[in-house]
């Protein structure tokens, strides 16, 4: 059965960093693309970052770019969201997802079939 279930989350004041993990169970995760999304009250889904499969190639949204860097240990079979310079705006439930058939292309995008429980990010004073 795959698993995802993500970790790291908790209240950090702005300009703070948090590392969030995606542990994967039931399936390698360097054999599919690996996305961290996140969710604010109110707001819908936004996709964050993700790693693609095989060469690994990373995208950001726009949003996040500079600050936060996603990365893969395949020994520990677990994503990173490394978040740097946090804003209130960055305030959500993040979620990590595989993709099964998001093999080409930029892999921000729908099409994620596996999804994680969430971990609530809170960025405030």
């Known amino acids: 059965q795959l698993q995802l279930v993500e970790s790291g989350g908790g209240l950090v004041q702005p300009g703070g960093s948090l590392r969030l993990s995606c542990a994967a169970s039931g399936f390698r995760l360097d054999y599919y693309a690996i996305g961290w999304f996140r969710q604010a009250p109110g707001k819908e889904r936004e996709g964050v970052s993700c790693?693609?499969?095989?060469?690994?190639?990373?995208y950001y949204a726009d949003s996040v770019k500079g600050r936060f860097t996603i990365s893969r240990d395949n020994v520990k079979n677990t994503v990173y969201l490394q978040m740097n310079s946090l804003k209130p705006e960055d305030t959500a439930v993040y979620y990590c997802?595989?993709?099964?058939?998001?093999?080409?292309?930029?892999?921000?995008?729908?099409?994620?079939?596996?999804w994680g429980q969430g971990t609530q990010v809170t960025v405030s004073s």
């Open positions: 790693i693609s499969v095989g060469d690994g190639s990373t």
């Open positions: 997802a595989a993709g099964t058939l998001i093999v080409f292309g930029n892999c921000l995008r729908p099409g994620y079939d596996y």
